[in-house]
């Protein structure tokens, strides 16, 4: 059985030193036909659409927005939101699916964000993004996330669970997480609010503040 685009494009990506380039290939292929991306759904993820809290105007980030069910979710909940992917594809997919969105879909790469995004979002949304990317990026693109984040605000962390996956059969990407891990998103002021398991242990939901 040959295997699926997303672990062909990435295997050859990585082997160029080149984290996230396979993204846009993905989709572009996917608008072609070609290829399916396996996390698209067509709509918000359910542990998001279970937390949302109202936004009434305050600024939100959305990392890794893919083709923004996501961002449009929050925007619905009165968030000014941010939404950015590094993969152009997706940015311009996302803004064809929703023409009349509020919100603001940029190109931007986690791992060398904007410097005017420093402490700006009242709420950073980081759901299986850092985890797409092997383990190596995963310190710079947790310092970016917590860089992001505003006084009093939210962080959302939700990655795959290395403790409770077998990793001895496991094949990458995703590169789970450890629960130390997701708990380091915890620098630079931001602290831990609160970890659990989601989805009978696949997943870690962490809720950090500043
Ligand atoms: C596994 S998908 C998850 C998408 C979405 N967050 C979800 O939960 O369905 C990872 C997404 O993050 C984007 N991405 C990967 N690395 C990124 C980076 N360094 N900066 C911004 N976006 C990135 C990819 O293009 C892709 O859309």
Redesign the pocket.
């Known amino acids: 059985m040959t295997d699926p685009a997303d672990r062909v494009l990435s295997r050859a990506s990585l082997a160029e030193g080149n984290?996230?380039g396979w993204?846009?290939q993905?989709?572009t292929a996917a608008e072609r036909g070609e290829a399916v991306?396996?996390?698209?759904?067509g709509t918000p993820?359910a542990d998001l659409a279970e937390w949302i809290q109202p936004g009434e105007g305050r600024r939100a980030l959305?990392?890794?927005?893919?083709?923004g069910?996501?961002s449009e979710l929050l925007a619905a909940h009165g968030w000014a939101v941010t939404g950015?992917?590094?993969?152009p594809t997706?940015i311009k997919a996302a803004q064809a699916r929703f023409p009349d969105s509020a919100v603001d879909y940029v190109v931007?790469?986690?791992?060398h964000?904007p410097g005017e995004w420093k402490q700006a979002f009242d709420l950073v949304?980081?759901?299986?993004?850092?985890?797409?990317?092997p383990r190596d990026?995963r310190p710079a693109?947790l310092t970016s996330l917590a860089g992001f984040l505003a006084p009093g605000g939210t962080l959302l962390v939700?990655e795959v669970a290395e403790e409770n996956m077998d990793m001895t059969t496991w094949v990458s990407?995703?590169w789970p997480f450890s629960r130390a891990e997701v708990e380091s998103a915890a620098q630079d002021g931001v602290h831990l609010i609160g970890l659990e398991t989601i989805r009978d242990g696949a997943r870690y939901w962490a809720e950090f503040t500043r």
């Open positions: 984290p996230t993204f846009d993905l989709y991306v396996p996390w698209t759904r993820n959305v990392v890794g927005s893919a083709l069910d996501d950015f992917d590094v993969a997706a931007a790469d986690l791992l964000p949304v980081e759901i299986m993004n850092i985890q797409a990317m990026y693109a939700c990407p995703p």
